[in-house]
């Protein structure tokens, strides 16, 4: 079963303008929500996280959002530039885990056009 | 420093055979664990290992076996390789593995099984 899922698998916005990607989860488990990118025939790299205790951490032009009532996260971007242009996963560490697993989502293609 | 680095960058191999591949994670970490990629299923968490021990194991068929080495190097292996094992194949390295912010992805052996 699919315990992260983002549902938009591409979203292309104009530069300067807000992005915005959506996270699902449904393990109420879950403690600590990240958020990694990944450019073509590179790893993910660490982007933002978020633990469950919080509704909102912000890092520069990075802001994710968590709404533990609705199990859903968001990343938003602003403002958006043309190297943002990436992969985005939305990933999940369970309270019970011991270790680095993580559960991934998807990913979803932000295209940033000039 | 340098970063996690897999070896080989690509593999082709045929349905049957068998593969394994390399992991050489950040020095100092002693935590290594593996991802597999495909399109539309997001990074599924293979194992982790941690000073020689496998600490976490995602749920892959028996076919899929790792191990990581005194210096912390690990290797993956699958054997009686299938089409559906075609992906790219991440390694992901932290300190000790209790911090997920720490966890620092190489840029991932892409296998093809023909």
């Known amino acids: 079963d699919q315990q992260v899922k983002q549902n938009s698998p591409s979203l292309s916005v104009q530069e300067g303008r807000i992005s915005i990607l959506n996270c699902d989860y449904t393990n109420s488990m879950f403690d600590y929500f990240l958020w990694y990118k990944k450019y073509p025939a590179e790893g993910p790299t660490f982007l933002i996280s978020?633990?469950?205790?919080?509704d909102k951490n912000e890092d520069g032009r990075f802001t994710v959002f968590l709404n533990k009532s609705a199990k859903h996260l968001s990343l938003h971007i602003v403002p958006s530039q043309p190297g943002d242009s990436a992969v985005y996963f939305c990933a999940a560490r369970g309270r019970e885990t011991s270790g680095s697993r993580l559960t991934f989502g998807e990913g979803t293609q932000l295209t940033v056009n000039p | 420093k340098a970063g996690v680095t897999q070896t080989p960058r690509y593999l082709i191999k045929t349905r049957g055979q068998q593969v394994t591949l390399s992991c050489s994670p950040i020095s100092g970490h002693r935590s290594v664990s593996w991802y597999q990629q495909t399109p539309g299923q997001g990074l599924q968490f293979l194992f982790e290992?941690?000073?020689?021990?496998?600490?976490n194991k995602g749920n892959f068929p028996g076919r899929f076996s790792g191990r990581q080495f005194s210096n912390s190097r690990s290797e993956m292996n699958v054997s009686t390789l299938e089409l559906g094992d075609s992906a790219l194949y991440l390694c992901a390295s932290s300190r000790d593995g209790t911090s997920v912010y720490e966890q620092y992805f190489g840029p991932g052996t892409r296998l093809t099984v023909t």
């Open positions: 978020i633990s469950s205790i919080k």
């Open positions: 290992y941690f000073s020689e021990t496998q600490r």
